[in-house]
Each structure stands twice: as structure tokens, then as C-alpha cells.
């Protein structure tokens, strides 16, 4: 089967027929957008005041076909993008990314759930990603794979800087003044393609390599959203630990991910709320 996760499978007309669309739906203008993931769906049901479509109504946007989609929700303050089961393999799931931009945010940020590889982090603790390995990436499964539009960003984008610094010191001051500093972590973390969850090899070769923890999506989006300049902050919840050693007993499951994902959806409902009117403010004091 061949899954197109590449931009460029929709013209530059698409993208800006949808964003007319949207535009002329709502007179909101947010300048953040959210992308939920696994688990973390709870985090736009929560959301006050919103206005809510649902991705099939929204022209050319692409429809998850597996259970558990969740509509776009716009917001006075921000775009919150609802949880997917199949976010990793839709087509053009950097699509919405590209609309976000075109439609004024300047400001993406992006949670998932992962698999915890630094021995260190405990389940429930929540990683302020610094930085990604995009494995799918290497295997040429890159969303800016094809010929590159400048009119959303250059051919050869940097990424030694994709997750915004300044937002990470931010979160991290959020975190402490909300009572959870205790459990907020920075680390890397890699992209596979599952949807198998990893061997303890897989799992071992990933902690010799560097990575903290692991997941199944999120850096298409960080990808595209670095490439059209946005500004990007990763939040990941650790959900289990990845066995790395063959004598443990737990086997991680899909259910067990969502618990957690539970578990952590009043305080990352709080920080994600708290970061988008910090996020807002220091838009508008540039
Ligand atoms: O990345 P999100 O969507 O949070 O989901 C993570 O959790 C799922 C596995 O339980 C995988 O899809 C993995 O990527
Ligand atoms: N690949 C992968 N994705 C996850 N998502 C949540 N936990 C995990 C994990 O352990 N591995």
C-alpha cells in the first residue's frame, strides 16, 4: 500500500479554497492552532465557546476514515484540530497545517501521546519535545517530498531549530506556576511509522540513538509547519515505558495510551488553555 503523506498532493487553488471557506464561516481570526492527539481529544471537548466543523464538511479536507474522528474546532483564541486514529497515515495529513497558515496563526502547537525510552521519565509525565527524529523521514516518506511551492516555504528548510525555544521556556514556566514542574520533561522524540508498537531491539536501537520517547505522528505537521514559518511547541504525554529489556512483563496497549491520556486531561487542558493566551500576548507585543 502506498501512503502519501507528501504536501504536494494538493495545488496551491486547494489549499485556498479551503481557507476562504473557513474565513467565511467565522470573523475569528486566532493566530494559535492546536493539534490534538491520542487521548488528548478531552482537551477540545473541554473547550468553552467554540464553533465547531466537521472535517467532512470542510472542502478538500481530509476525512479520517478510522473510528474516533473529531471535528475542527475554532476558537476566540485559537484553532484546535480534534484527535485522529488514522493521523499518522491520512493522506495529506499536513494538509490542515498549511490552511492554519494561510489563515493567519503564527503559532502551532502540537500534543501526542509516546512511549517513554529515557529511563527517567515516569508514565504521566509530560515532554516538551526539543527535538525530532523523523525516521519515516529517512525512508523517504518526507511530507515535503515532490516539487516545493516557495509560495509556503524554500526547498531546503532548517530544522535544527524546529521547536521553538522560547515557547519551550514558556511552557516550562506555565507548568511550574500550575503545580506540574514536577513532571514536565524536555527530551527527543522519534517518529515511526507503526502501527505496531516497538520490539525491545527497536526499542533499544532508538535509546542508542537518542531518543527519549516515541510515537507514531506528529512530525509530518512539525515538518510543514517549520517549512511555512510557523512557531512550534510539542507536547508529548508519556503514556507507558517502553520495554527495553526482555524480562518485563507489561505489554503496552492502545487502551492503556487513552487511560493516561484520561488521567492528564485537566492539566494539559490548563497548560494548552494557559499557553494559548500566553502565546496570543506575545504575538501581540511583538
Ligand atoms: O501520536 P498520537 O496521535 O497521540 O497517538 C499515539 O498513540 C497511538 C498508539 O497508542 C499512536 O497513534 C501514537 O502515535
Ligand atoms: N510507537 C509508539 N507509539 C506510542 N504511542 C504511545 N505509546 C507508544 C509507544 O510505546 N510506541
Known sequence: VHVRVCSSCCSF??????????????????????ICGSGLGLLADRVAN??????????NFPVSTGESHAPCRDMKAAWCLGPSRTRRVTPSVTFPVRIFKLMGVESLLVTNASGGICPDFKVGDIMLIKDHINLPGFAGQHPLCGPND??????????????????????????????????IREGVYCMVSGPNFETVAEARMLHILG????????????????????????????????????????????????????????VLQKLVTTLISCCQQSINTH
Open 13 to 34: 487553488e486547494d489549499y485556498k479554497l479551503t481557507t476562504e471557506w473557513l474565513m467565511n464561516q467565522t470573523s475569528l481570526r486566532p493566530k494559535v492552532a492546536v
Open 50 to 59: 467554540k464553533q465547531a466543523f466537521r472535517y467532512q464538511d470542510i472542502p
Open 150 to 183: 516557495e509560495r509556503f516555504g524554500i526547498r531546503f528548510p532548517c530544522m535544527s531549530d524546529a521547536y521553538s525555544k522560547e515557547l519551550r521556556a514558556m511552557a516550562m514556566d506555565i507548568g511550574s506556576e500550575l503545580g506540574c514542574g514536577g513532571f
Open 211 to 266: 531518543c527519549d520517547s516515541v510515537g507514531m505522528s506528529t512530525i509530518p505537521e512539525v515538518t510543514v509547519a517549520k517549512h511555512c514559518g510557523l512557531r512550534v511547541l510539542g507536547l508529548s504525554l508519556i503514556t507507558n515505558k517502553v520495554s527495553l529489556d526482555y524480562s518485563r512483563e507489561e505489554k503496552v496497549n492502545h487502551e492503556e495510551v487513552l487511560e493516561i491520556g484520561k488521567m492528564r486531561a485537566e
